[in-house]
């Protein structure tokens, strides 16, 4: 029903910056939280950021570093990573908690972009 579409992954050197969209398409009535995941190989998945109408949170080893942001209107979480570290390399996961008329409140991921950062 809901379908969230990432894009922004790729290739950059360590200090470089990357900028992740998450855009939700379908019948939405209203979107609660917006935020990002991570998985790097043989680790857990891993909250990086999050927002809300109350306010944004981040992990400890991005803090300072990233910063997601959302556009309402377009129902789009954007994550801004700046300082990029070689440490920052994972699979990033959008993930939103939504309302929907017919099935409530969902809880919808992302299929996954893949950010490297090279030494």
């Known amino acids: 029903q809901v379908q969230l579409v990432e894009s922004g992954g790729g290739l950059v050197q360590a200090g470089g910056s990357l900028r992740l969209s998450c855009a939700a398409s379908?019948?939405?009535?209203?979107?609660?939280?917006m935020g990002w995941y991570r998985q790097a190989p043989g680790k857990q998945r891993e909250l990086v950021a999050r927002?809300?109408?109350?306010?944004?949170a981040y992990a400890d080893s991005v803090k300072g570093r990233f910063t997601i942001s959302r556009d309402n209107a377009r129902n789009t979480v954007y994550l801004q990573m700046n300082s990029l570290k070689p440490e920052d390399t994972a699979v990033y996961y959008c993930?939103?908690?939504?309302?929907?008329?017919?099935?409530?409140?969902?809880?919808?991921w992302g299929q996954g972009t893949l950010v490297t950062v090279s030494s």
């Open positions: 993930n939103v908690d939504l309302l929907t008329p017919g099935s409530g409140y969902l809880e919808v």
């Open positions: 927002i809300s109408s109350g306010g944004r």
């Open positions: 379908g019948t939405i009535f209203s979107i609660n939280t």
